[in-house]
């Protein structure tokens, strides 16, 4: 019979990562060692070790992974096009299941408990976000200018608009019932809207 194929590294890695995600998703950060990540990946220990060379680089490989998943969503933020299709387009994706769902809320809040005492993960939140307000930035400019929205400060409705965004996502689970996700949604673009001064 033939011998069970051997996994490179880059199988290996993300297989891991993934297992330390669900550990942390389950138990906690402070909980996921690297027995239980190993328990959970299948692997020994060791190997854990060997592909990342301490626990602190396997946090900070699933801290850029987890970056890299909310980076995608904001790739696919609109650039062109009609200005009202692209603000209907911008505001769809932010309140969306796929943006809400984008990573775990427990692995979020751990990683951003982290950066208040890790100041790397704090610069990769920060460079995460600077790209996010850059981006809002220059749309309100451009959308304020086609009439799209009225805004007085771009600038500041941009920060409105990211508070309004981020405080919605993390805190909805906290204050809206179950099974009314889409409505909140929809209750949140209407606010947006408000806050853009347009219907």
């Not at 993300?14 to 328990?39: H, M, R």
Request: glycine share 6%.
């Amino acid at each position: 019979m033939a011998g069970r194929k051997r996994q490179s590294a880059d199988e290996r890695k993300p297989a891991i990562l993934k297992a330390f995600y669900e550990v942390i998703e389950a138990e906690g950060f402070e909980n996921a060692s690297v027995a239980k990540v190993a328990k959970q990946a299948g692997v020994h220990a060791s190997l854990i070790i060997h592909y990342f060379g301490s626990k602190e680089k396997m946090v900070m490989a699933l801290v850029d992974e987890v970056l890299r998943t909310y980076a995608a969503l904001f790739a696919r933020l609109p650039e062109g096009g009609d200005p009202e299709e692209r603000l209907e387009c911008l505001l769809s994706l932010i309140w969306s299941r796929e943006w809400y769902e984008a990573a775990s809320f427990s692995v979020v809040f751990s990683f951003l408990a982290l950066s208040q005492r890790d100041a790397e993960v704090m610069e990769r939140v920060r460079n995460l976000y600077g790209n996010y307000r850059r981006y809002l930035n220059k749309q309100m400019a451009l959308l304020s200018d086609a009439g799209v929205i009225r805004v007085d400060d771009p600038q500041a409705t941009t920060e409105a608009l990211i508070s309004l965004s981020e405080g919605s996502h993390y805190f909805c689970q906290y204050h809206i019932k179950a099974g009314t996700f889409d409505a909140h949604c929809a209750h949140m673009i209407r606010s947006a809207r408000l806050l853009l001064g347009t219907k």
